[in-house]
């Protein structure tokens, strides 16, 4: 997964490790290492970071680094943010159009 944060900020991922990219020197910083592969990641405009793995979503704090259990999931989904502050996870199916979603307040 990769996005901004609020402030601009890069993250992205790679197998179960999240970056935050420095965009001026191309560094890359790990700041979270996940406990299974992250299929993707959103973060909110307080900085607070949801990510998908294969053992559910998890949220990361930004102001205390506080890690929990977000949600329990079934196969592999898309993570967005709405503009309402729901955690939306989109779900395709197959190769087709036919997509369903969940969502939570957050």
Do not use: C
Not at 45 to 59: A, P, S, W
């Amino acid at each position: 997964g990769v996005d901004l944060d609020a402030e601009g900020q890069l993250f992205a991922s790679a197998a179960d490790v999240i970056y935050e990219l420095d965009k001026l020197t191309g560094t890359a910083t790990a700041v979270y290492t996940a406990t299974a592969d992250v299929l993707d990641l959103v973060v909110d405009d307080n900085g607070d970071m949801y990510v998908e793995t294969v053992d559910g979503v998890i949220t990361l704090v930004a102001n205390d680094g506080t890690v929990s259990t977000f949600a329990t999931v079934d196969g592999q989904g898309k993570l967005a943010i709405s503009p309402d502050r729901f955690l939306v996870r989109m779900i395709p199916h197959g190769g087709s159009w036919d997509t369903t979603y969940e969502e939570w307040a957050i």
